[in-house]
C-alpha cells in the first residue's frame, strides 16, 4: 500500500491557491535563485521563501528533522567552502586578504595556513542564503500539496498521463519505502536483531545490513509489480485518462501565475545584464585594504 508524506489541511496561504499555480511559483523560483550569486538579489528571494514559509501552518514539531538535516548539511558545505576557497574561484578572479591564520604546528615541513578573504567569506554567505532558500521552497511541496492531487496538478500543467501518474508515485515512493524500512527493522528488532552494536569497517557494517536492506529491497519490488498489474488491468495508457479530481483556476492562482513569470523575466533580464556575479561590496574591500 502507498504512504504519503505527513500532509494535513491547514487554513494557510500556500493551500488556498491551486496546487497547479503553486507548481509553477516554485519552478520559477528555483529558476530565478540558481540565476544568481550576488546577495543583492539572492537576499529578497530568500524573504519570500521565509514568508512562504511563515504563512505555510507547518510546525517545528513536524519537520525539526528537516530542518536540522538541511541546516546542518548547508552549513558543513558553507564552512567547508570557506576553508578551501572551493568552488568560489570560479566567481572571483582575485582574493582579497583580511588575515592569515597560521597553525602552531607543522606537517611534513607545511604549515596549514587559513587565509581568510573578502571573496570567501561573501562566497559562502551567498552560497548558504541560496541554497537554504531552495531547500526552503522544496520542502514545503510534500507537507502542504495534496496527494490526491498529484495525479492531476501534473496533468493539469501539460504532462502526459503516463508521465503525470510517473510523478505522482515517485512523490509517494520515498515515504512508501520509509515506512517499509521502519516497520523490517521493528520486526529484526523483536527477532534479537540490533543494529547499534553493528561492527567493523565500512563492508563488514553494509554486510551485516542485509537482514534490512535485502527484505525492504524485495518488497519495494514485489510492491511495484502489484501496482504494475493494477494499473494493466485498468487499461492504463490505452486512452486518454479522466481524473477524480478536477482544478480550476482562480483570481488569485491567476495572480500568482503572474507573479512568478514577473519574478523569471526580471531576473533573467538582470542576470544578462551581468548582476548575477557574486557581489563584493565596496566597504568589504576598503576594510581588507585597510
Known amino acids: 500500500m502507498l504512504v504519503t ?21 516554485y519552478v520559477a ?22 514568508l512562504a514559509i511563515f504563512t505555510s501552518g507547518i510546525t517545528w514539531r513536524e519537520t525539526y ?5 538541511i541546516g546542518g548539511f548547508i552549513t558543513f558545505f ?11 574561484m570560479e566567481h572571483y578572479a582575485q582574493e582579497h586578504v583580511i588575515t592569515s591564520l597560521r597553525a602552531p604546528f607543522e606537517i611534513l615541513g607545511w604549515q596549514p595556513t587559513l587565509n581568510v578573504t573578502v571573496e570567501r567569506i561573501f562566497y559562502a554567505i551567498s552560497q548558504f542564503v541560496r541554497v537554504f532558500s531552495v531547500s526552503a521552497m522544496t520542502v ?21 498521463d503516463k508521465i503525470a501518474y510517473a510523478m505522482e508515485l515517485t512523490m509517494r515512493f520515498i515515504p512508501t519505502f ?18 547499534e552494536k553493528l561492527r567493523g569497517g565500512l563492508f563488514a557494517q553494509v554486510r551485516k545490513l542485509a537482514p534490512l536492506i535485502v527484505p525492504v529491497t524485495i518488497h519495494a519490488i514485489a510492491g511495484s509489480e502489484d501496482i504494475i498489474d493494477a494499473m494493466d488491468l485498468r487499461a492504463f495508457g490505452v486512452g486518454p485518462r479522466t481524473w477524480l479530481k478536477q482544478l480550476h483556476y482562480r483570481r ?10 514577473l519574478l523569471f523575466v526580471v531576473s533573467l533580464l538582470f542576470s544578462m545584464l551581468g548582476y548575477a556575479r557574486l557581489w563584493i561590496p565596496d566597504w568589504a574591500l576598503a576594510w581588507a585594504a585597510g
Open 29 to 50: 523560483f528555483l529558476a530565478s535563485s540558481l540565476l544568481f550569486w550576488d546577495l543583492r538579489f539572492l537576499v529578497p528571494l530568500l524573504v519570500i521563501a521565509l
Open 78 to 88: 558553507g564552512v567547508l567552502t570557506f576553508l578551501t576557497g572551493r568552488g568560489g
Open 140 to 160: 514545503l511541496i510534500p507537507y502542504t500539496l495534496n496527494p490526491e492531487l498529484y495525479g492531476v496538478t501534473f496533468h493539469g500543467l501539460g504532462l502526459p
Open 252 to 261: 488569485r492562482d491567476q495572480v500568482l501565475i503572474a507573479a512568478a513569470a
Open 178 to 195: 520509509a515506512r517499509d524500512f521502519q516497520l523490517t527493522m521493528d520486526a529484526q528488532r523483536a527477532r534479537g536483531y540490533e543494529i
Open 5 to 25: 508524506w505527513r500532509y494535513r489541511e491547514r487554513n494557510s496561504l500556500i493551500q488556498s491557491f491551486d496546487p497547479r499555480a503553486w507548481v509553477i511559483f
Open 65 to 69: 528533522r528537516t530542518w536540522l538535516f
